[in-house]
């Protein structure tokens, strides 16, 4: 029950970090949607790792192969299921962690939970690797989104303390979006990246690591998306998000800091513009009473430092009972902040197409007779 | 779909500001839980109106009626309903409302989806009024966890820019949760408490209002609870969470500071004391890799402040399609954090006892055969 | 978990056969619907009990009292939550049951499950009176059909052994349906009714009862709804019919008979009839694949005789741990067939509801945006 | 949403008839379950193509590839995932199904849904070969539960109008069963299997399928699995059953001859036996009010005949809109139900181990520590 994401499209999400292979199955796609597998890879590269200086050398290919589901370059609407091979694996890295759980990762709580039997290699199922069949979900549902002029993107708000400027609250041109996309240390502000960077291998160089905000923008969104309560966006998009390792914190809009302001400074007034109702402002971040208003949707996530880190550290042997020195060996990001990003926009992908065929709120009057007009395609 | 919460237990609310009543059905609780009514309608005044200065003139018993699902004070295993009557509504204040909206409220929203057939009087089902029936749910829930050893409790950390101490990353005394519980302001340190109801008058008496930020603690959680990805304590109890009208941010632990920590800072190291792991610190806030560590899980939600307030705001006539000054009136809160507290608190009940219903991770090699040994009661 | 019925809308059932008060909410209703209360009524009272000679003398007003979820006589999208009272219990009948069960009835079965906590009045949660909350979703649910072109009827196909002709499989017309609708013992062929009726008074004569089979058409669904696999209206449908209490079976189209066709038997030819394509005969019942082909629907549910007899029948003390007779006092219809026919309408018209709100599984090339042409109402 | 099955255990199955591949995610299998790999290709032997005289020529070795989920020969708590190629395939065959929709198969109806995007190549999704990876969920499960000592078997009750004896209502003895699974042909009397056997061929002989029934029993079951109304054991079981392709109908216990009986013949009477409950007879099938009542589970799942037959048959052309003879070629079963039997024992198997992962209806009122002994394993 924990890997699954999605009420109308099922994302689920299967495979270890150093198992034979990792992979996704995407059960709900409509039928008759395109995957282009090269725009498909381009943004599974934006996740891979090895890509920059300041990343894990562990190098994986990550080609997904697509087993099922498409029919001619079409979704066939029958449940997709892609596989990601893991070659590059190095297990006798993990072998004492099982024992000498290292702080801060899902070592010791896995161990609680599934009292020795669950695969420690890599962090197995917890591995930050599981991130990459939810990118191939998510970047197919990107592409199905584009078609609808819906885009999403997302760049590193800030890392190691240094930051960008954030997304403009009225939505950013498609130029700078793209920009970011084909970044592979995406900022609005590139003195802003530079220092990022600096700080990066700064930690790495003192067996360090550090963490990051990634902040994300969906435009295009009609509004009347998402319901009250528990199914509103931000609701949907908040348990998917935290689903990302590593994610401490989420926020919409000005989030933490609408805590801090008054009413007259947090209402965004209406006004209306070319004929459509807007606002002048966007402090809700495109969402009120859980329902999109047709303005940008934005969020924040916040990522903790990678925890596993060159230094020494106190662990415990949970077999002897008592204290260990722990000193974590193996291939790590100093910050996985910036692999991170095609993340972010992966999940927001799957929760805004997931969204957009919930039921509807009001029901047309007359059905569409199924088998009326056969062959009938609206795309 | 939007009104429902919980894997294994299945909070259902229903019910308008203004309807004839408000409610909630809670399916799958456990059998033969002694529900306390007195402690529940305490628990419930807790959040109720006009309790205080700083909050909204309606007076509301807000005394739930059970239905069904309690058999001589104990649950007996059907599900469980409870009604609160809306009595003392006053629905002429809301009639211009669905033409011109409320700037940050979601009546703009509520109108395109719902496409005017929406109840908008007093906010519909998008009201405040809804955690009421929330905390009936949680307060029971709340009522079986303390028989558990399992203790939740929420304060003001932070309103209209003052600020409370933080709960103790290693867990506070039960005397201090239970001061918490009995205060109508409850804040750690009482001056800071005096500090934001000073700052909350001022807002109110400018025609504003203010946010805040509300933090809570659970302790005595078991170790292992919860799962991996989506399936995470963090992602159920944010989902959750971000169902609570006005929320707009969520942070775990050390949350959004995480972020600016290195990892040597973040990671919380492990020790042994008296036979049991724990660690020095609990930046985590009680979760690794989705998973209870056994250590006081704790998290911040981010409420906005409230967008009913005095001053004259821009907005739009919808049939006009036009710009409209607009003056809210109505009896509102200048600042609903107080009594977002024990909401909180509800929310945070009710998704732990959902985690403690999951099914086991390990499964017993020998299965207990029901009706063996009759009439055996484990409570 | 035990009580809730559908993917879109949720309909949740709550009470106690002699608790204060039974009801339902359903979440996901569009919005905009209009309910007539008047025909509601009238649906109920197909499934109330004192209607016919053949039924229990216990006699409920069975007004369900809207709560919410309904504005000004149409649904306004938020949950709608009905609550019928239980005035005319005699809880003193049941006093026995706790530790000398009724044979057929799940008297035992809850005793092992809730250990003793659950309410054993009237059968508790496990009683018929259960239905008639469904019978309200449901009669809500035929409004919205009907409106749409889709009509549900059921009558009792069997009874005591004696048969009614089926239902055409090419459809049956609408006056012909009305009259079943009209009718408190609802049968094709009056002389079948008779026969049964006969039947069935001569079994109570005896301390007995009898069971029988429903049969219930839909008419007028578009081809194209419902999926594969579990997805499949068969599959839904079946789930839920099997919620209904006393049914032990159900089938589709030839059901069991199909079992013993030839493939050249029970394949349905298609032909082109009036520019669209149709079958000859319907031995698929409407669904092939999971999938509905436009043809009508049709599905058959056996019920079991009513376990309450009143002749003298073996049981156990379950406290003594030795057999026990056991004569079974209380008021009980020697055949809750009849009143059962609008509870399988009910399930029937709820999951083709649920169905028609499934999302596309074909996505529009061009999303309408909400909020550009205000107040665009399709119904 | 179509190919999940599941509430505990969420069995996810992908793939198309001649798709690169077909599979399977199972998601929450309880950790450290020994996988028997040979035993587990032993059952999938018994579904596969080309064992038998009377099934289809078309042979596949349906060896499943595990690539994640298993460590050493046990479960490990993360996602199972599965998979196994499709070698075999003949695509040219199916060319003409896209126009020409062959009755009783989901041809036409696929084509409405999915307008044409549909893979119609075997059946594509619709295809009785993706029973192969539910046999492999379900045979893991059949694993785990045996060795809890619920034994699950099935068998041809009756097949081209000849009948087999049914399984005794107290159960069966465990060699009988054992006989059952070992058997290509499963009958309890041999001579019924002979007159099956000679039914076949001579529909096949003359290019026409029969169809039969599968009767299913699980012994062993604790008594107070399931819950009332939609949480039924017998509502999840039939959900499950009419998933499997060809499915008509299912019955529980004594079924449809339930609604023939009286109350006094169809009520089982209890008595103590052994210092247990049971009951002399067991027309119930096992279960009251949707919980389980520890006697053995029984029911019957109706296969329609296969739709695949060699005669000429009556079509239409959906582009010409006007009839069309088809005659349809490829290879298939002239009767499905041999290799259906240990397809309903898979499905059973799920539905079975997920209902015992049931939160459980009484809470024990001491919480296990998780981490107080680390490394405590029941199994």
Redo the contacts between chains.
């Keep these: ?5 999605g ?4 994302v ?5 970090s150093h ?5 996704v ?1 995407v ?2 796609l ?4 395109a995957v282009d597998l090269d725009r498909l890879q381009a943004f599974l590269q934006r996740r891979a790792p090895g890509r920059l200086d300041v990343s894990t050398p562990r190098k994986e290919e990550d080609r997904p192969h697509i ?3 498409v ?1 001619n370059g ?8 892609a ?1 990601i091979e893991n070659a590059n694996t190095r297990s006798q890295d993990y072998e004492q962690l099982k024992d000498i ?6 070592d ?12 420690v290699r890599g962090g ?3 591995s930050g690797r ?1 991130t990459a069949p939810l990118c191939v979900a998510g970047g197919i549902c990107l592409q ?1 989104l584009e ?4 885009e999403i993107a997302a760049h590193i708000r ?2 190691a ?1 240094a930051e960008d400027r954030p997304f403009r609250e009225l939505g950013e041109d498609p130029e700078t979006l793209e920009e970011l996309r084909r970044s592979p240390f995406p900022t609005l502000d590139q003195k802003a990246g530079e220092n990022m960077r600096r700080e990066i291998c700064r ?1 790495r160089e003192q067996g ?6 990634v902040e994300c923008i969906i435009q295009g969104l ?4 998402g ?6 966006m ?3 998009l ?3 998000v ?2 990302i ?1 590593a ?10 800091e ?15 513009e070319d ?3 807007t ?2 402002r966007n ?3 495109g ?8 303005m940008p949707l934005l969020f924040r996530a ?8 060159g ?1 020494e ?4 042997s ?2 002897a ?3 260990r020195k722990l000193v974590v060996h193996g291939r790590h990001d100093p910050c996985i902040v910036p692999r991170a990003v095609p993340v972010v926009e992966a999940v927001a992908a799957i929760l805004t197409l997931d969204a ?17 007009k ?6």
């Design positions: 029950m924990s890997s699954e994401l009420n109308n499209i099922k689920s999400i299967f495979g270890q198992a034979e292979a990792i992979g199955t059960d709900g409509p039928a008759g949607e087993l099922c589901g029919l079409r979704t066939c609407g029958a449940p997709l299921a596989v759980p290292r702080p801060g990762h899902a010791y709580t896995a161990q609680v939970r599934y009292q020795g039997f669950q695969d197995g199922h917890f599981l199905i078609r609808r002029g819906i800030s890392a303390g930690a360090d690591s550090v963490g990051g905000v009609p509004a009347g998306l319901s009250g309560m528990f199914g509103g931000d609701s949907r908040a348990a998917a935290f689903g390792p994610v401490k914190g989420v926020e919409f809009g000005a989030g933490f609408a805590a801090r302001l008054r009413g007259s400074e947090n209402n965004d007034p209406y006004r209306v004929g459509r109702v606002a002048g402090r809700a971040g969402i009120l009473g859980g329902i999109t208003t047709g916040a990522f903790k430092p990678t925890p596993s880190i230094k550290q106190d662990s415990v949970l077999s009972g008592e204290g957009l065929l919930d039921p509807p709120a009001v029901l047309p009057g007359r059905l569409r007779r199924g088998g009326e056969n062959g009938d395609r609206d795309t």
